[in-house]
Structures are given as structure tokens and as C-alpha cells.
């Protein structure tokens, strides 16, 4: 985990273990939050496009579409710790900056102007993962702790037991630069 080259609070780099884990290979989309949200009674989200990523939802509500999502398929449904979600930004590289490669990409004028875009409108990563690095942050189980990397057990770290903001990994529409490094570390 982490970078070298990257900001203070993605290093040290580490090499950690973790237990074998599944991920869903897109964002969830405004369409699978919609039946959430009417099962659930929670707010509809601003974005109308079904195909795109789910924006603009708290930590809270995203673990509890876990906890939705677990009855719906009859198995546990969780948000990824960081550790996991970094593994499978990598897409089976060890050390690869980006999930598509060592440079970021360079995008055209005039994507995301209104929003996200819809999920897999790019290529996969080499675990056939979507929109690792892009489109929208996405929130995983941990706490954040800047200096955490410093102190992280090597084996299945989970993040520090306790903090005021919740880890978020990924680019973001919405940001200057839309794309982030797979080391990229956000709350």
C-alpha cells in the first residue's frame, strides 16, 4: 500500500495481506440506489441519469444500501477497508500508479461537464473492475487517520478503531483533476 513519490499520508509504502475478498465490478448506479431509496424511504438523489454512478451519498447511507444489498442477495454485502480497495484499484500490479497504467490519463474538453458519467464507459482494470480511479469517490469501511500507514498491522489492516471522517478512495467529476492514483488516499 501506498507511494513513494505520493503525499504524507501515503507513506510509509507497506506491503500488507488480506483475506481473500469479492467487489462488485461497477459503482453502484442512480438505477440500483432508486430501489433502495423506494424500499428504504430515503431521498432521491440529484442525479436522474440510472446509468450513472450514485453521487452525493453519506457514509451512512451507503453502508446501509450494504446492509439493503445483503438482504436482496442473501450473502454479506460490506463497504471495502482501504487496504482492499487499494488491492483492487491495482488491478493485480503491484506498485501501478493508475488502474489502466503508470501515467494518468489525459481527458478531452467537455467530459463531465453535467455530472458523472455513466459507469463502464471506460475499460476495465486486470480484475475487470470499473471507474476504480474516476467518475466518483468512493467510501470504504475504515476510519481515516493521515498517519495510519506508520502504524498499519500487516495483515487485513481495517483502519484505526476510531476518528471524525470516514476513508474515501477514487477521482471525482467534480474535482480540477478527474482521475486520482490508486495510492490516493481521501476522507
Known amino acids: 500500500m501506498g507511494q513513494a513519490d505520493g ?26 440506489w432508486e430501489e433502495f431509496r423506494r424500499a428504504t424511504g430515503r431521498e432521491k ?31 454479506a454485502v460490506r463497504l471495502p477497508n482501504e487496504a482492499e480497495w487499494e488491492l483492487a484499484a491495482r488491478g493485480g500490479v503491484e506498485q501501478q500508479a493508475y488502474p489502466w497504467g503508470p501515467d494518468p490519463r489525459h481527458y478531452e474538453a467537455g467530459r463531465w461537464q453535467n455530472g458523472p458519467e455513466p459507469v463502464a464507459s471506460g475499460a476495465p482494470n486486470g480484475y475487470g473492475l470499473y471507474d476504480m480511479c474516476e467518475n466518483v469517490h468512493e467510501w470504504c469501511a475504515d476510519w481515516y487517520g493521515a498517519g495510519y500507514y506508520a502504524v498499519s498491522p500487516k495483515e487485513n489492516p481495517r483502519g484505526p478503531e476510531h476518528g471524525q471522517r470516514k476513508a474515501s478512495r477514487g477521482g471525482a467529476w467534480r474535482h480540477h483533476i478527474k482521475c486520482s492514483r490508486c495510492a490516493a488516499r481521501s476522507s
Open 7 to 32: 503525499r504524507d499520508e501515503e507513506k510509509p509504502v507497506h506491503r500488507v495481506t488480506v483475506a481473500p475478498f469479492r467487489m462488485c465490478r461497477y459503482p453502484v448506479t442512480n438505477g440500483h
Open 45 to 75: 438523489l440529484a442525479s436522474v441519469h440510472e446509468t450513472a454512478p450514485a453521487a452525493g451519498v453519506n457514509w451512512y447511507d451507503a453502508a446501509a444500501y450494504c446492509n439493503w444489498l445483503s438482504s436482496q442477495w442473501f450473502t
